[in-house]
C-alpha cells in the first residue's frame, strides 16, 4: 500500500483476520485502529476488548487469536499483544522510507481524492444587513470557511452560500431613517451601527416615525418600487463592508455567493402551499403552524414551527424550509450544512425533521448543523468592550494585525518590507486558529497573549517551525533525497508525517478542524525534537543530510498545506 490512510488499511487487514478468526464480520472503521503511545508502538487496535464482550471469551485470546490470523508483514513488523487486548503495530522502517518517497513525488500528500464526491451547499456568515459584523459573526465565518475548503481539497463540489439577513420588520424603520437623512445608504452611512442606533431610538421614541415605518414594511413586501430602490442602498453600504471584513479575514466568501433572505422571499407561499397539501400544518392562535413529532417543552405541550404568523407574515422557519427545498430539489445538493451557533439546535432539528417528512431530505439528501459554542471574554461571559457593546469584528482583526506587529517588531528578524504581510498573517492566523483549534461545539476564551504565544498549540508555532523548515531548505540550495530513518526523532516524524490523510478525513468526516489542528500541531512537535537532536547542514554525511533535508522539506509541505485548509497563511519567514 503506497497512499492513503495507514490506519484504514490496517483496519482492513484487521477486518479480514476477525472474520477468518473469530466467524465475525467488522467494518475497517469497527477495527477501532488508532496512533499507539510513541513508547509503545506507531498503531494499536482496540478492538479486542469490545469484541471479548460479544464473544464471551477474554480480550487477549480474543487478540491472539486474530494476530494469528493477521497479515500485515509488507507494512509492519509482526504485531504484538499488549496490556488487556491491545494489539501494537510497528511500522517497518523500509515501508516508511518508500511511504515518504510517494508523498515526495505526489502535490496532495498522500491524501486521495474521495471515491464518491458529494454535492455540498453550506450556510456561513450569515451577517445582518445595516450592521455592521461584530464578534458573533466570527465562528460561522472561520469554522465555515475551514469546512469548506476540506471538503473541497477531498474532492467534494462544494457551493458557498451567505444566508444575509436582509428583510423583514425591521427594514420599514431603516429605510425611512434613510429616507430622513437623504435618500442614500452611500451618502449618509459611514456607520452602520450607528445608523442602525439612531433608526431604533426614532422609532421608539417618535410615534409618527414608527407608523411611517410600518407603512414602509407593507411597501417593501408589495414590491414597490421607490421603496426597493433604497433597500437596495442599504444592502449595497453594507455588503462593502461585509466585503471588507471577508477580505481581511481572508474568507471565501464574495458577493456571487450571497443567497439573502430576500432571494428565498418568492418561494415562501409554494411552501406553506406545499405543507398544507401534505397535510402538515395546523391553524393555531391564528398562526400556519408544523408540529413535528418528538419536540415538546418543559410541560410537555407540542412546540410549533410557526411557517406563517397571524399577521400573514413569514418568519425564520419558512424561510429555512424554503432554503432546504431550494438546495435539494433546484440545485442538487445532496449535503445541506449549516455554520450556525449551537443555541440554534433545536430550531435546526425541526426545521430538518419537517423537510423529512416533506421528502426534501432523504437517504441522498441530508442536512447536517454544524454547531458552534460562544466567544468568551477572559472573564467567563460573552467577549464585549468595556462599554458594554458587541466587539466590531473589522476592530478585532486590525488589532489582531497590530499585536502581531508589535511581536514581531520584538524579534528583529524581518526586513521592513516583510513587516506588514508577516504581521498580517501572523495576526489573522492567530484569530482562526484559536477559534479552530478547540472542540467547536464548546465556548472559548478569546485571550491574546495565549494567541500569540511562540510556544504551545498556537498558529505562530505552526508558522514558526515552518518557517525554520523552509529556511534549512533554501540553505542547502536543495530539498533533499532519498529518505534514511536513522534516529528515533527521523523515526516519529516519519510517522506523523504519513497519519496526514486520516487527519484530513476525520475532519472532513465529521467537519472538525480541531482534529487537524491536533495534527498540524502534533508534526510541528515531531519536527521541533527532530530539528534539535538532528543536524540537518551539518549532519555526518551526504547521505543523511539529504534524507533530513527531504524530512525537512516535506514537514513544510504537509504544515503549509494543512495551514492552508484552514483558511492560514504560512509565511516564507517570521
Known amino acids: 500500500m503506497r497512499s492513503g490512510d495507514v490506519g484504514l488499511e490496517l483496519g482492513s487487514r484487521v477486518a479480514a483476520a476477525v472474520r477468518a478468526a473469530l466467524g465475525v464480520e467488522i467494518t475497517p472503521a469497527e477495527a477501532l485502529i488508532r496512533p499507539a503511545p510513541p513508547d509503545r508502538a506507531d498503531y494499536q487496535c482496540n478492538a479486542a476488548m469490545g469484541l471479548a464482550k460479544r464473544l464471551g471469551r477474554p480480550a487477549r485470546e480474543v487478540a491472539a487469536a486474530v494476530v494469528e490470523h493477521l497479515d500485515v508483514s509488507d ?48 450556510d456561513y456568515g450569515s451577517p445582518n444587513v445595516a450592521k455592521e459584523m461584530h464578534v ?136 406553506v402551499a406545499e405543507l398544507e397539501a401534505a397535510g402538515l400544518t395546523e391553524v393555531s392562535d391564528g398562526a400556519v403552524c408544523v408540529f413535528p413529532p418528538g419536540f415538546t417543552n418543559r410541560d410537555g405541550e407540542r ?10 407574515g413569514y418568519g425564520y422557519a419558512a424561510t429555512d424550509l424554503a432554503t432546504v427545498r431550494y438546495w435539494t430539489r433546484e440545485r442538487k445538493a445532496t449535503d445541506l450544512l449549516y455554520a450556525v451557533g449551537s443555541p440554534q439546535a433545536q430550531h435546526f432539528r425541526m426545521v430538518f425533521a419537517t423537510a423529512e417528512r416533506m421528502g426534501w431530505l432523504d437517504d441522498d439528501h441530508r442536512a ?64 482562526k486558529y484559536a477559534d479552530l483549534s478547540g472542540d467547536r461545539e464548546k465556548d472559548y476564551v478569546f485571550a491574546w497573549d495565549r494567541m500569540l504565544a511562540l510556544e504551545g498549540n498556537t498558529s505562530v508555532y505552526l508558522q514558526y517551525a515552518n518557517a525554520r523548515a523552509r529556511s534549512v531548505v533554501a540553505r542547502a540550495g536543495r530539498t533533499g533525497g532519498a529518505v534514511s530513518l536513522d534516529t528515533p526523532a527521523e523515526r516519529a516524524l516519519a510517522v506523523q508525517l504519513v497519519r496526514l490523510p486520516a487527519a484530513v478525513a476525520v475532519t472532513a468526516a465529521e467537519h472538525a478542524p480541531h482534529k487537524l489542528c491536533t495534527y498540524l500541531y502534533e508534526t510541528a512537535v515531531a519536527f521541533s525534537a527532530f530539528y534539535e537532536h538532528c543536524p540537518i547542514l551539518k549532519a555526518p554525511d551526504d547521505r543523511t543530510r539529504d534524507s533530513r533535508l ?22 516564507e519567514t517570521l
Open 136 to 271: 458573533g459573526h466570527l465562528r460561522s465565518a472561520i469554522i465555515g470557511d475551514a469546512v469548506v475548503r476540506v471538503l473541497e481539497f477531498a474532492g467534494h463540489d462544494v457551493v458557498r452560500h451567505n444566508h444575509l439577513g436582509d428583510w423583514g420588520t425591521p427594514f420599514g424603520m431603516l429605510i425611512e431613517h434613510l429616507t430622513d437623512e437623504g435618500g442614500s445608504a452611500g451618502g449618509s452611512i459611514r456607520d452602520l451601527d450607528a445608523f442602525y442606533r439612531a433608526a431604533r431610538r426614532k422609532f421608539d421614541a417618535d410615534p409618527g416615525f414608527a407608523d411611517r415605518s410600518r407603512r414602509r414594511v407593507v411597501a417593501l413586501q408589495r414590491g414597490d418600487e421607490a421603496t426597493l430602490s433604497l433597500w437596495r442602498d442599504l444592502v449595497r453600504a453594507s455588503e462593502r463592508h461585509f466585503a471588507e471584513v471577508y477580505a481581511l479575514l481572508g474568507v471565501k466568501l464574495d458577493e456571487a455567493d450571497h443567497y439573502p433572505e430576500s432571494f428565498y422571499n418568492p418561494f415562501l407561499d409554494e411552501v
Open 75 to 122: 507494512l509492519a513488523e509482526p504485531p504484538e499483544v499488549a496490556g488487556p487486548g491491545f494489539v501494537n503495530f510497528a511500522l517497518r522502517h523500509d515501508w516508511l522510507a518508500a511511504r515518504l518517497a510517494d508523498l515526495v513525488a505526489d502535490d496532495r500528500l498522500g491524501v486521495p481524492p474521495v471515491a464518491e464526491p458529494r454535492r455540498c451547499a453550506i
Open 368 to 431: 447536517v448543523h454544524i454547531g458552534f459554542g460562544s466567544v468568551l471574554g477572559e472573564d467567563g461571559k460573552v467577549l464585549r468592550t468595556r462599554a458594554g457593546a458587541s466587539v466590531k469584528l473589522v476592530d478585532l482583526l486590525r488589532e489582531a494585525v497590530d499585536r502581531a506587529a508589535d511581536v514581531l517588531s520584538r524579534r528583529g528578524e524581518l526586513p521592513e518590507e516583510l513587516r506588514g504581510p508577516v504581521a498580517r498573517a501572523v495576526g489573522i492566523g492567530a484569530v
Open 550 to 571: 527531504a524530512l525537512a522539506h516535506l514537514t513544510s509541505r504537509v504544515l503549509t498545506l494543512g495551514l492552508d485548509l484552514l483558511g492560514i497563511e504560512a509565511p
Open 303 to 312: 412546540l410549533p414551527l410557526i411557517v406563517r404568523k397571524s399577521d400573514g
